[in-house]
């Protein structure tokens, strides 16, 4: 089968990510202490955790899979499921609640057609939504945290503008 | 009375160019390392900062001088320090603001403080949903590493010190020191039982001090002008300066820097008061976990000591506003949802209390509870929370607060949705 750049095959760790995670490694006395990190990075790369790289990471730190599970089952940003190429965690939390996180979230999910709670992603693969406790943005209620941009003082009315911007920027 | 605020750890944050070294070169920045590390003793560092009595800033204000002299004197193993930069309760962005537009300032009060405890490395904590905080800090380390501040041999002096960023990947629980060192050493973010304490078994079962972004950020102040001079600023009980960061229902809401002692009230029209005229319905004071205090408690001095003869927490310096407009049940619900999500779930008293409580005052909201209800919720809070050594950590004592506090003193808005069988204030 034909393996597509950024795709993941089982040999861990990929060959493009090696030297990175080779410098993570050597951060630590203790090479189990880069998983999280490691995770972030592979969480990134793939936008979920392959199951055919478990093992492997396992194995390249040292520890079992079912801790490896463990850890990624624990930590909310670590999916198991592919999320959208553009992810959008949307702040639920006191602070934007109170200036209007939920119909922020409501006119999100209309416009992509699709549900935060069910971790649904859009058919073409483009969008996921995932509601966030607090991403600590609060002087900018409500707020969106996006392939790593801001999005702050959002409205129901700008939601759409969010969503042109990161189309625009690719994946 | 208006008040001004006291710039010491946001100093020029409005230039564009604060996070970078010549900036903070140009302002005096490091020449607190170099002091230490040419003309002070370690234990000389550590008999300074805890003379300027720096609580700790993540919220539980703890003296961080105090926390240094616990670590072992008779020790083989290396040491550690872990800064703390999870900054995850609800309502608090102070320590965000430090790491992106000032990270040389922490990384400065990171260095001194290795020096000062010993440490040959230090990891900085930061929670994945910060990858700016993160960025700023891996350019600033790079920064100090090209200009000898930071490394191997600093400035000639012979002493080495490493610093790393280690990523969170989201869990409030890890903002809990324990559950830092869990999450730093590749595990599930689980708190872990006191003692032993980290300072004398921590990351890697080594002596480790766990402080907050904050309160290493005032160290480089400390050395550079001395403890007498950090006295001056604050209160008797909390000197130095605080990040208040005022969210909610506030025309301004930001991150503004004020000595300790700030009045409450002033803190809050500082941020240009109340939004859209309306009418002020309760503050709570020291992020999500804190006690909610209604408009006539507000006139207090933002201090560890004051706000908690007030019955509540100075907490993480979180300040939230909520308008008359605010359904108290809808914003329980609100923050047990968060509680409930984030405990880790070691515990049963926390795992099934918080969860408990979220379905209960959930019940209510949708006007479907009963009079019952009301005093089960407070009971369900007073039940898990674990002052009496309950739990592991803290989590559920600030799952409990505002369970308490909002049940007891918005008790009849709790009840009219029970009588009414839907929200009074239509929400």
Redesign the interface.
Known sequence: METKMGEANGAFPPEHLRERFDAIVARYPRRTAALIPILMAIQEEYRHIPREHIEGLAEYLGCTPAHVLGVITFYTMLSQRKRGRHHLYVCKTLSCHLRGAGEVLRALEEKLGIRADRGEVTPDGEFSLETAECLGLCEQAPCILADGIRFGDVTPETVGRIIDELKSRGA | MSITERRILLHGIDREDSAAIDTYLADGGYRALEKALKEMQPSEVVAEVAKARIRGRGGAGFEAGRKWGFLPKQNEK?VYLTCNGD???????KD?HIMERRPHLLLEGCLITCYAIGARTGYIYV??????AQAALEKAIEEARERGYLGGDILGTGVSIDL?V???????VCGEETGMLS???????NPRLKPPFPAVEGL?RCPTIVNNVETLSNVPFVIREGAEEFLKLGTEDTPGTRIF?????VER???YEFECGVNLKDVIEYAGGVWKGRKLKAV?PGG?SAHVLLPDEIDVACDFGSLARAGTIMGSC?V?V?DET?CMVR?LQ??L??FS??S?GQCTPCREGTDWARKVVTRIEAGKGTEADVDKLYEIADNYEGMGGKTICALADAAAWPVKSYVTKFREEFLMHVRQGRCPLGG
Do not use: D, K
């Open positions: 290396p900054e995850s309760e609800p309502g608090t962005f965000r929670r994945g949903e910060f990858p700016h790393f280690h990523t969170g990947a989201g869990a409030y999450s730093i050493e590749g595990n599930r973010g890697f960061c005022v969210s909610g229902h809401p930001g991150a709570i999500l979180g939230m909520l605010v914003a609100n923050a949802e968060f999500h984030e880790c």
